[in-house]
């Protein structure tokens, strides 16, 4: 399978807990998105990187979350301290150009997260 | 504070039917303007986008219909089939910041055989 990878799936954690997920783009695409979808609306923008260089994190994204891209290749995205209101599920998207008329942002299948 | 305004919520067509969902926006240094489509467990996926320049564009069932003016966009799916069933999500972008997509909140259309 050649698409943007999500582990995992699936995480149920406890609240105070940390978590992190990881996202394997498609190969030799140099720019990588987290959005975060809640239950009933659209996936709202997290963060991106072009390589490995995190270049906008959206005020979203408290002092609680971080994203990592180590060698431009995968990334995580790793919440501490997790509350419930960070239940909701997380997509990655992978693109080889900026997005365009010409270029499109390929989504995972995302992780969906449940605190309890 | 969002900036794009999707409708209706919900949509349902029988088969054969035509689907319409409307998109407003406010932002006017918006330039990219794609739908996706999702399934449930699933992440979006792109279906057709179109640019501020052009007033139409058609891909097979689908067409996105442009108004600049009244900064609206919205998609037709011809022929509505029940695999067509699915949440839809116009999104936008602005020229220098085309990789932060704003979405709608989503329509979720669904085909009745």
């Known amino acids: 399978d050649t698409g943007v990878s999500q582990d995992p799936r699936h995480k149920i954690t406890k609240r105070g807990q940390n978590v992190t997920f990881r996202c394997d783009p498609i190969?030799?695409?140099?720019?990588l998105y987290w959005y975060r979808q809640t239950l009933g609306q659209g996936p709202e923008f997290l963060t991106y990187?072009?390589?490995?260089?995190?270049?906008?994190k959206s005020r979203l994204l408290s002092d609680r979350f971080s994203a990592e891209r180590p060698k431009g290749s995968f990334s995580t995205l790793e919440i501490q301290r997790t509350e419930q209101g960070d239940s909701a599920m997380y997509l990655c998207?992978?693109?080889?150009?900026?997005?365009?008329?010409?270029?499109?942002?390929?989504f995972g299948q995302g992780t969906r997260l449940t605190v309890v | 504070q969002q900036q794009v305004k999707q409708s209706p919520q919900s949509l349902i067509v029988q088969k054969g039917g035509i689907s319409i969902i409307n998109c407003a926006y406010e932002?006017?240094?918006?330039?990219?303007f794609p739908w996706y489509q999702q399934f449930p467990g699933k992440g979006p996926a792109l279906l057709i986008a179109?640019?501020?320049?052009?007033s139409e564009k058609k891909e097979g069932r689908f067409t996105i219909s442009f108004n600049k003016s009244a900064k609206q966009f919205s998609l037709h799916i011809m022929d509505s089939q029940p695999g067509d069933s699915a949440t839809y999500f116009c999104?936008?972008?602005?020229?220098?910041?085309?990789?932060?997509?704003?979405f709608g909140k989503g329509t979720l259309l669904t085909v009745n055989p």
């Open positions: 179109i640019r501020p320049d052009v």
């Open positions: 190969s030799e695409h140099n720019r």
């Open positions: 998207a992978s693109s080889l150009l900026e997005l365009s008329f010409n270029t499109e942002a390929f």
């Open positions: 932002n006017t240094a918006f330039d990219y």
């Open positions: 999104a936008a972008s602005i020229r220098g910041s085309n990789y932060k997509l704003t």
């Open positions: 990187f072009q390589n490995e260089a995190q270049l906008e």
